[in-house]
């Protein structure tokens, strides 16, 4: 994961043009991908699909010609989508369009300005401070042109037709944690995907307007979509953070809080604030989608900012996020709801072979309690994780019990 | 409002009687009043208007004449409704119509006995304890005839039909707290309100009986009243006190919980003891009513006695009063639910010029949060003070977003 | 009750057999009973009644004829339902039918073996660490054969045919707290019933096949069973431990909770494991039983061994458990819901002389505010459990004023 991170991050993207183009290339070289082209001007929900954007060079350079702000050294130079321009400014002129942060003056903020024309750079407090009066070349070699939107999935056939979604956002250039880690993470989970149950449907798509795309040329699948995970900020030092979906007590709500309570982490309640759930979980959809981080969006001081480099995402921390991820998954694809099929008082599980022949020991076994707990609650109510929950067991001894419950034709499924 | 609660607090208010027409007449002069004479005999649910009570003169003076309780000093000094009496009898017997303090020895206790025909005397203990034993004249000339029971009405026509009531008792004889407060704020909240939306209705009635009677004659508003409050003990030095509705969750007692939140507050739950939240809240009405006081009801020392003078309650604490009664109508009037007509997705606020064009800052505006907030929670479900609770956002953020998204064609009314 | 635990001590009980016939007979001498023989092949729900088991004398003895393990100096010695054995065998040999405790080194186990034909010795690990090696002389009187199940049931009778059943278990053989003193508690309580208003079942039974077996000859019983009580380890030091139904929220777990408020105590969650409400709460049955015990099951150490004598369980805590059965019985047979007659606004309680007459006194009478809970509350859906509860007054004097309301026709029954 830390290879790819790597690999992705000096690459251009923006909402579109080719730095997503190679980005899917990339992950396409691991995972296949089917690429999506979605037209400029393309109505997308209330969305218009907007001018592709891409770059090929620019800088501010000072009379002698030296480039003191260059886009080769990093895309954060530029703002996203700058429209072109070639020029010479006086310094208190071209101040309107530098943006730094003071608070934290070695630092480049990262800018965008998808949907007003302008231009504009982006630099360390301490560079500007340095800049001499005088005049500079300004140059922003861009092109804003009818081209198209790009997005990709990778979709994991499982038993049903039922989908879990795992979206990431493609459009952040040179940012690391934000949101390359979500990226390599998303494809070692679905690499990891063997047989599933559920159909897992992974998203690489722009933020906001490539989430929205997809809704809008997706109806049928979003009809199918039952559970779902946003992955951002996948790989910083912090600890994990799960936002809930918009219910608040979706299955996959459930389904994280269960597998990271023995482990250090945050619990958040939705806010239309975030990354690409905001999309999944508007009124409208309202799907069962929350979002899995470390440390959340604008919760650190490197977000946003050029310190957001892959020396700031570390492959433990990414491992980490991995492995919850797969052990979700793992829960929300065997948790199903089954109804005891002898309800009325216990079924004699000695005869079948399920239960101790030696009574009145007190140290029942983990798997006859588990037993017990399954028959007891499995009246098509409870699911097999609301039943973990309810026994205080592993979940994976809850599954072990409705499996041999079932084998012995005392459940079926609800 | 300090000087409302001197003028009325010599009047000799009870639940009929001229006193009552009386302080009726002065809050006539400041905000216009409605007064209705419910005649004796008249059938008010399971009640009867009682006869009415006047009183011109009572005394019990010592074989000097000098007068050792007289009325025209105080008129707590009478039992409420006390029949005429004029006789000459020795301590010992008058003993038994004498009501004191035991524990309050300065204090004159007030007492009643509305429908339970006697009369009686109210006195500090350590003047009883001087009395030397003899024979004493004793002299009530009050009256107890057919007449009317009395209440007054003023009303604030709103934008629409459905009412808020405000309700205050006024049959205290001399008791500054409990209620020429209530009053003083009660008829100030009805100066302040400008073209609500709500039509709100002050109700100033004797307690129970005035209440019941109101109640009786107004099925056909009854049935219009959406919210409510009674007020009482408005003024002593105490910290605020709401008493939820029997409902517990009605909307005015999750404005009053907004609107007292950062303020030094006691919440209570209902109970069925206390002004006339108890006629409003019975179960075959079960309004939405609940009871704003400071210290509440028998909750101080001062309570039912002569120590509820002008000087117990202070222009200050009728000012917070009257100040959290303001806000939380302005919260209520202005809560309202919405429907987000661009559900499916976020819609697009920069376009429609609500969105910064800026992309990238960690340092989103509370206004587009409100936004965010109110469009992702307008499903017809939730109300603004909902999205309010729900985002920590102050309501009048979240009424400027729904006001600013409304604008944009975005919400409508659910 | 403690006469009756040392009575019924010595009793070698199990599932089946002369032990229970016994048991049953010594309790009806106390209270009649009904005693039902089950023969052994009859299908009981998803079990069948097993052979009966009986046991003469069983021994372990030495080369020299001395018996180092005694069925006579305890029935604990011998695995329940052994099968008959008469042979000699090596000390290793030996071992695998042996069961000890070796962390309670002085204390002989309980164990048995219903459905799995074995048969095996306790006995304390210390005596096994004493027996020198070499060939010892085995014997089990025993017999396995065709017969019956035994369970006993005492009904009182009440005003409606409605019941509330509590349960107790009489399978194990010398073991005091469990469930002698259980079986002592409930044969007092029985006694104690007089004109109660549900009808009382009580069912001594052997543990679970016992349970299974009424519950599936008394079909048209169950449908009459509104509450219920598991009583065992009635007796023993530890506090008093209720668990509720597995409804969790059934009227008998609120009346436990209600009558437990105020006494040292435990309230647990139901699980499917410990006595018989496993069976009454088996989810096709879901029945409102809860079990009371003092330390739970297997919470304390001499539970299931030697150590759970007569001389471990206090008729003081006997006394204790059953005061708590019978208050909480008391609630239970008096807690109805009404309907308030007088809905709108208050009744005039003072003119059914139901209200103080003299007015302004704030130390309100218990019963005049319970009255004013009742009549507030009385809209169909508050018993008067939840009123008292809502109240914060004891549920006597609820139920008192009940009883005035509905003297004065101002309650009917919901």
Same mark, same amino acid.
């Given at each position: 994961?830390?290879?790819?991170?790597?690999?992705?991050?000096?690459?251009?993207?923006?909402?579109?043009?080719?730095?997503?183009?190679?980005?899917?290339?990339?992950?396409?070289?691991?995972?296949?991908?089917?690429?999506?082209?979605?037209?400029?001007?393309?109505?997308?929900?209330?969305w218009t699909v907007p001018k592709?954007?891409?770059?090929?060079?620019?800088?501010?350079?000072?009379?002698?010609?030296?480039r003191v702000i260059d886009f080769?050294?990093?895309?954060?130079?530029?703002?996203?989508?700058?429209?072109?321009?070639?020029?010479?400014?006086?310094?208190?002129?071209?101040?309107?369009?530098?943006?730094?942060?003071?608070?934290?003056?070695?630092?480049?903020?990262?800018?965008?300005?998808?949907?007003?024309?302008?231009?504009?750079?982006?630099?360390?407090?301490?560079?500007?401070?340095?800049?001499?009066?005088?005049?500079?070349?300004?140059?922003?070699?861009?092109?804003?042109?009818?081209?198209?939107?790009?997005?990709?999935?990778?979709?994991?056939?499982?038993?049903?037709?039922?989908?879990?979604?795992?979206?990431?956002?493609?459009?952040?250039?040179?940012?690391?944690?934000?949101?390359?880690?979500?990226?390599?993470?998303?494809?070692?989970?679905?690499?990891?995907?063997?047989?599933?149950?559920?159909?897992?449907?992974?998203?690489?798509?722009?933020?906001?307007?490539?989430?929205?795309?997809?809704?809008?040329?997706?109806?049928?699948?979003?009809?199918?979509?039952?559970?779902?995970?946003?992955?951002?900020?996948?790989?910083?030092?912090?600890?994990?953070?799960?936002? &809930? @979906?918009?219910?608040? *007590? +979706?299955?996959?709500?459930?389904?994280?809080?269960?597998? /990271?309570? $023995?482990?250090? =982490?945050?619990?958040?309640?939705?806010?239309?604030?975030?990354?690409?759930?905001?999309?999944?979980?508007?009124?409208?959809?309202?799907?069962?989608?929350?979002?899995?981080?470390?440390?959340?969006?604008?919760?650190?001081?490197?977000?946003?900012?050029?310190?957001?480099?892959?020396?700031?995402?570390?492959?433990?921390?990414?491992?980490?996020?991995?492995?919850?991820?797969?052990?979700?998954?793992?829960?929300?694809?065997?948790?199903?709801?089954?109804?005891?099929?002898?309800?009325?008082?216990?079924?004699?599980?000695?005869?079948?072979?399920?239960?101790?022949?030696?009574?009145? &020991? @007190?140290?029942?076994? *983990? +798997?006859?309690?588990?037993?017990?707990?399954?028959?007891? /609650?499995? $009246?098509?109510? =409870?699911?097999?994780?609301?039943?973990?929950?309810?026994?205080?067991?592993?979940?994976?001894?809850?599954?072990?019990?409705?499996?041999?419950?079932?084998?012995?034709?005392?459940?079926?499924?609800?």
């Amino acid at each position: 994961m830390d290879a790819l991170v790597r690999r992705l991050y000096p690459l251009c993207r923006s909402i579109t043009g080719d730095g997503v183009r190679q980005t899917l290339a990339v992950i396409d070289d691991l995972i296949p991908l089917t690429v999506h082209e979605v037209p400029t001007g393309t109505q997308v929900l209330d969305w218009t699909v907007p001018k592709e954007w891409n770059i090929r060079d620019a800088y501010v350079a000072d009379a002698t010609g030296r480039r003191v702000i260059d886009f080769r050294e990093s895309n954060l130079h530029v703002v996203g989508y700058s429209v072109p321009v070639r020029t010479t400014m006086p310094l208190a002129e071209l101040r309107e369009h530098l943006h730094t942060l003071p608070d934290q003056p070695d630092l480049v903020p990262y800018r965008t300005s998808y949907y007003q024309p302008t231009w504009g750079f982006c630099l360390a407090q301490n560079v500007l401070d340095a800049l001499p009066d005088g005049d500079y070349e300004v140059v922003v070699d861009s092109t804003l042109a009818d081209g198209s939107l790009t997005y990709g999935e990778h979709v994991v056939r499982g038993q049903v037709d039922q989908e879990v979604i795992v979206s990431c956002h493609v459009c952040h250039p040179s940012l690391a944690n934000d949101n390359l880690a979500g990226v390599a993470v998303a494809v070692q989970l679905a690499r990891s995907l063997v047989n599933p149950y559920y159909t897992y449907r992974f998203i690489f798509a722009p933020g906001t307007i490539g989430a929205i795309t997809w809704l809008a040329r997706n109806a049928a699948v979003v009809e199918q979509v039952r559970h779902g995970l946003v992955l951002a900020c996948a790989g910083d030092p912090g600890p994990l953070t799960y936002k &809930r @979906s918009r219910r608040g *007590d +979706a299955e996959i709500d459930r389904v994280l809080a269960h597998v /990271l309570r $023995d482990r250090p =982490h945050e619990m958040r309640d939705f806010s239309p604030y975030g990354y690409d759930e905001r999309q999944y979980c508007s009124p409208g959809y309202n799907l069962g989608v929350g979002s899995l981080t470390r440390t959340p969006y604008a919760g650190y001081p490197e977000y946003h900012t050029s310190g957001d480099n892959p020396d700031f995402v570390s492959p433990e921390a990414m491992v980490d996020t991995l492995a919850v991820c797969r052990e979700a998954f793992a829960v929300l694809d065997r948790n199903r709801t089954f109804v005891n099929l002898s309800p009325y008082g216990e079924p004699q599980l000695g005869r079948r072979g399920l239960y101790d022949s030696l009574g009145g &020991r @007190s140290d029942a076994k *983990d +798997a006859q309690l588990a037993m017990l707990w399954v028959l007891n /609650l499995s $009246d098509g109510w =409870h699911s097999l994780l609301d039943i973990a929950e309810r026994a205080g067991l592993p979940f994976t001894a809850v599954v072990a019990a409705a499996d041999a419950l079932r084998a012995a034709d005392l459940l079926k499924e609800a």
